[in-house]
């Protein structure tokens, strides 16, 4: 008998559980979403060069100055601050400190924020709402237009939404338990919010502290007694620093920007606060010295306070493009929700983001100070995440007419805003509008009716396809195109608009009596625009789009070719200077405190990147504070402390001061004229204070 030998069979591995493949997927789509984040944000990051010169310079400062990364000083002689809180230059200042001064080191973090914000969206609408809605989300915040912007650059508006939206998780996980800890965390978030940009971030707690009311799990009384804890948790995350800061000895620290007299709370009440809500902004850029101001109300270079204010060319191609779908889908998806648990993290979320567009997009509508296009990318999550959250909601339920009806409304909604955006400029991608009217008016007739799933989900990726196919042509352009200046914004050149870093189209110019060029699809603007007339030199500028440039006004110059505020610059334009210059400043440069004075700080930034020593912003940022005053100039001329002084188009410091009666930085400029002989080097005027006039 033989026996007959077989191998043994091996049992088949068991099958993957639907849910793993399921999350596998989830996630990977997520990376695929964070990577191209981060692709399309670091693209060419090093365009932007010194994007706002402002801050630039403040960075400068602080990687070379404890103090000055401590107070967020202009130089690092801590002459005076910025005219905000310093969060937001922290993460930059150490990426500059590892890596060295340059473009991509200092844009890096606020790249860096941009992605993460993007994270933390996904997280929060994919806790209620699954994974689909939270990947939508994300996506469209990293689309928004000028989300695609500001994550690229240096203003402190990268860090204030990261922070608004770290609340915003911690709120949902607050409402998801119940602890002490989430919603303390919450309070601490919001507070360190106010250390990016003061009380801007003040416009989501009503939000917040509805949401928690509503639908916290503890007992009424504990949710109260939990909010007056977020309350003081806030206090403490922005009041260590502004104890510090106001208990700080006067003598030892620098003058606090943007007020009127040396005083952190001043500025955040005044100049940061009520005053841009009510207009009323002694000192600022509105008054240019403090003593005149807008008008207020109505009209003037900010735009039309109203209900419409986000809809105007300014705004509209920033942030508009699907305000209208995530209002309808705020409603609907309330209503849907019908009358559940008190404790629904759904409807909660719903109210929570809904909430904060509301009362967020009323402010800005309808404040009469200053209002920047790019103030709006505070909106972008909570349209993000009802967009996201909304669309999904709508379909797990579009077997009921009501909600087909709904999607329809947020389809033709979203059409017609998108028409009329595209309609603005018709040289930009002028078929795109063609295409998203076709798609859009397709896409509303077949979300009407009851279709079978696949040809269902094939309808709604289109519809979402042709939603942001607008946003998306702004962001490439925000994106594909270097920006400087105070003023960014996404996108092409609208007639009443303002373009990426200043106004476009003429109609919207600086005041000061000056006439500036209209951009593509403008005119001239009558009495308006930038004086002295800077070039665009190929970027986004102050008026200027793509390599417009703005002619000089009377008794303006019109800046070097291809240069960025050209020669001395002014209170809006970065200087320009010269290797000449450059080299000038340099020499001896170690010997003196500031290697040089000038009015306005954007003046004194392009001096100070380019030497990389102290130069001294007399005025701060406006030219109007009074800093330094007439007599501590002179004691440090006096002394030596300051080589030379610059003398520019200063728009704020120029013009007089405070109550009718001279600022400090007129009167310390016409102190020197008197004092001291100018030479001119490559266009750029300078007085060498330790060589005065002979008599």
């Known amino acids: 008998m033989t026996a007959t030998l077989t191998e043994p069979r091996l049992a088949p591995p068991p099958a993957e559980p639907p ?6 997927r989830e996630y990977l789509a997520l990376a695929a979403l964070l990577i191209g984040t981060a692709i399309a944000y670091f693209w060419n990051l090093s365009a932007n ?6 801050y630039a310079a403040a960075v400068q400062a602080g990687s070379v100055s404890w103090k000055a990364m401590f107070f967020g000083s202009s130089d690092a002689a801590n002459s005076i601050t910025v005219d905000k809180t310093p969060l937001s230059l922290w993460p930059m200042e150490i990426s500059v400190r590892i890596f060295g001064l340059h473009s991509w080191s200092m844009l890096l973090p606020q790249a860096l924020l941009g992605v993460a914000s993007v994270a933390l969206l996904w997280a929060i609408v994919r806790r209620g709402f699954g994974a689909s809605a939270g990947l939508l989300a994300g996506l469209v915040l990293a689309l928004t237009p000028i989300a695609a912007v500001m994550f690229r650059f240096n203003n402190p508006d990268a860090m204030l ?3 608004m939206l770290a609340a915003a998780w911690a709120m949902t996980r607050a409402v998801a338990d119940g602890r002490w800890r989430w919603v303390l965390l919450t309070g601490a978030f919001i507070g360190l919010g106010f250390l990016a940009k003061q009380l801007q971030v003040l416009l989501v707690v009503p939000a917040l502290a509805l949401t928690y009311l509503i639908a916290g799990p503890p007992k009424l009384g504990k949710r109260i007694a939990q909010l007056f804890g977020a309350a003081a948790a806030m206090v403490a995350g922005a009041g260590w620093w502004v104890l510090l800061a106001e208990l700080w000895p006067a003598s030892d620290r620098p003058y606090f920007g943007g007020s009127q007299h040396n005083s952190i709370i001043e500025l955040t009440l005044g100049y940061n606060g009520l005053g841009r809500l009510d207009g009323n902004e002694r000192g600022s850029v509105g008054g240019f010295g403090g003593g005149d101001q807008l008008p207020t109300g109505g009209g003037g270079m900010w735009g039309t306070p109203g209900i419409g204010r986000l809809f105007e060319p300014a705004q509209a191609g920033q ?11 705020l409603v609907a998806g309330i209503a849907l929700r019908g009358t559940p648990t008190r404790t629904d993290p759904q409807r909660a979320t719903l109210i929570l983001f809904g909430g904060w567009l509301v009362g967020t ?6 404040m009469k100070g200053i209002f920047h296009p790019y103030y ?11 967009i996201g959250a909304g669309s999904v909601l709508a379909w797990r339920h579009r077997d009921r007419l009501w909600v087909r009806l709904a999607a329809v409304l947020a389809m033709g909604l979203t059409t017609a805003t998108a028409w009329i955006i595209l309609s603005r400029s018709t040289s930009f991608v002028p078929w795109l509008r063609w295409v998203v009217l076709v798609g859009g008016i397709v896409a509303t007739v077949l979300l009407l009716i009851r279709l079978p799933r696949k040809a269902g989900l094939a309808v709604a990726a289109a519809a979402v396809l042709v939603g942001l196919a607008g946003p998306t042509a702004y962001a490439v352009d925000g994106i594909a195109t270097a920006h400087q200046g105070p003023m960014p914004s996404a996108g092409p050149a609208v007639r009443g608009g303002w373009g990426p870093g200043g106004p476009r189209g003429g109609d919207h110019g600086m005041p000061n009596g000056r006439t500036g060029n209209g951009g593509p699809g403008g005119n001239a603007g009558p009495g308006n625009g930038m004086p002295g007339g800077q070039p665009g030199g190929g970027q986004h500028g102050m008026g200027m789009n793509h390599g417009d440039t703005v002619a000089g006004g009377p008794g303006g110059t019109g800046g070097g070719p291809g240069g960025f505020g050209g020669g001395a610059g002014n209170m809006m334009m970065a200087s320009n200077p010269s290797d000449k210059v450059t080299a000038l400043l340099k020499a001896d440069g170690s010997e003196y405190t500031w290697v040089a004075a000038t009015v306005s700080s954007n003046s004194a930034a392009g001096f100070q990147l380019a030497t990389q020593l102290p130069v001294m912003p007399i005025g701060g ?13 002179q004691e440090y001329v006096q002394v030596g402390r300051i080589h030379y002084f610059i003398s520019g188009n200063q728009m704020g410091g120029d013009r007089g001061g405070n109550g009718g009666n001279q600022s400090q930085s007129t009167q310390i400029t016409a102190w020197v004229k008197e004092h001291f002989d100018s030479q001119e080097v490559d266009g750029i005027t300078l007085y060498d204070l330790t060589s005065p006039k002979t008599t």
């Open 361 to 366: 997009g009323l402010v800005f509508s309808l």
């Open 49 to 54: 060069g010194w994007a706002n010169s402002f």
């Open 319 to 329: 942030i508009a493009w699907l305000i209208p779908a995530a209002l309808v889908l």
């Open 161 to 163: 939404v990261f922070l």
């Open 621 to 633: 940022f406006n030219g109007s504070d009074p800093s330094p005053t007439l007599s501590q100039f």
């Open 19 to 24: 849910a793993a493949r399921t999350g596998r």
């Open 376 to 386: 709006t990318v505070a909106l972008a999550p909570a349209v993000a995440a009802l």
